[in-house]
């Protein structure tokens, strides 16, 4: 599957933005989806995460009550939409598609398709 993210801007401190992510070759219903972002000299982390059907997600502690993650299998696209951002909330982000078990969704070793990242950057 081929995963294309977009979305992503600059926006002050406080604002909302919201990415998707577009899947192409394989219907994404096959995959549990996660988005990931990295900040500059840090590690890639995970923002949050859904399950196939949509019923079951995840959410990073530092994300919990600010974004939310869905899907919409018949569209073929994953959004996560961020609301109160915060210059912490400054990364690349990356959807990515997870073949396995929602049991592993925190894990980049999980995820096996990854889209090009898109810049959000928030001022303060």
């Known amino acids: 599957v081929q995963l294309q993210a977009f979305g992503g801007g600059l926006v002050q401190a406080g604002g909302s933005l919201r990415l998707s992510c577009a899947a192409s070759g394989r219907t994404l219903n096959n995959y549990v989806m996660g988005w990931f972002r990295q900040a500059p000299g840090k590690e890639r982390e995970i923002v949050a995460a859904i399950s196939r059907s949509g019923s079951s997600t995840y959410y990073a502690d530092s994300v919990k009550g600010r974004f939310t993650i869905s899907r919409d299998n018949a569209k073929n696209t994953v959004y996560l939409q961020m609301n109160s951002l915060k210059p912490e909330d400054t990364a690349v982000y990356y959807c990515?598609?997870?073949?396995?078990?929602?049991?592993?969704?925190?894990?980049?070793?999980?995820?096996?398709?990854w889209g090009q990242g898109t810049q959000v950057t928030v001022s303060s």
């Open positions: 990515a598609a997870n073949p396995r078990s929602f049991v592993s969704v925190t894990t980049t070793q999980a995820y096996n398709n």
